[in-house]
T-cell receptor
Framework: NAGVTQTPKFRVLKTGQSMTLLCAQD?????MYWYRQDPGMGLRLIHY???????AKGEVPDGYNVSRLKKQNFLLGLESAAPSQTSVYFC?????????????FGPGTRLTVL | GEDVEQSLFLSVREGDSSVINCTYT??????LYWYKQEPGAGLQLLTY?????DMKQDQRLTVLLNKKDKHLSLRIADTQTGDSAIYFC??????????????FGQGTTLQVKP
């Protein structure tokens, strides 16, 4: 099993450009999450999904959109990138079972917006 | 909402014990976790504790939970240079329902000097 994978690993955008980050998991997990990590601020939840075809807003959703058309994929879109969106983005997934609700994380995407 | 706080930096000598502290505000927190992030990588679950436990030991790791003071700590015995990483405290509260949303602290960077 590959676990949780993220594409791309690095990206540099200019202000106003758009892009999509792809998260894929092969563990048949129901729940998927997108976080951003900024220095001194920990991880903050952007959007999440509790199943195929569902999405919901997290703590910092402004400027981002998401889609979960297939159970194994969770896409994060930036329609018009801003320098404030420079960050490291992590995707995570979690199954329905699991007594301790462990989230499995991808390796991250480092995004720089100039 | 829930707030989780950690100190940002801890430096220890190899072979010493490390203690990383975390405080949280929501007394309904049900599961409390410690994640480890090595440089350039995603987060990996180190250990967890249920809110009805006071202590959990797992090899070199000891987790202590003081529910009265809403304080969680992670002790690493015989700290090694390979333990150098960022350690995140994270909690799930009763208010998260079935979404499994994690609230993260800012992360504590552990530096282990040889």
């Amino acid at each position: 099993n590959a676990g949780v994978t993220q594409t791309p690993k690095f990206r540099v955008l200019k202000t106003g450009q758009s892009m999509t980050l792809l998260c894929a998991q092969d563990m048949n997990h129901e729940y998927m999450y997108w976080y951003r990590q900024d220095p001194g601020m920990g991880l903050r939840l952007i959007h999440y999904s509790v199943g195929e075809g569902t999405t919901a807003k997290g703590e910092v959703p402004d400027g981002y959109n998401v889609s979960r058309l297939k159970k194994q994929n969770f896409l994060l879109g930036l329609e018009s990138a801003a320098p404030s969106q420079t960050s490291v983005y992590f995707c995570a997934s979690r199954g329905l079972a699991g007594i301790y609700n462990e989230q499995f994380f991808g390796p991250g995407t480092r995004l720089t917006v100039l | 909402g829930e707030d989780v706080e950690q100190s940002l930096f801890l430096s220890v000598r190899e072979g010493d014990s490390s203690v990383i502290n975390c405080t949280y505000t929501d007394s309904s927190s049900t599961y409390l976790y410690w994640y480890k992030q090595e440089p350039g990588a995603g987060l990996q679950l180190l250990t967890y504790i249920f809110s009805n436990m006071d202590m959990k030991q797992d090899q070199r790791l000891t987790v202590l939970l003081n529910k009265k003071d809403k304080h969680l700590s992670l002790r690493i015995a015989d700290t090694q240079t390979g333990d150098s990483a960022i350690y995140f405290c994270a909690v799930i509260t009763h208010g998260s329902g079935n979404t499994g949303k994690l609230i993260f602290g800012q992360g504590t960077t552990l530096q282990v000097k040889p």
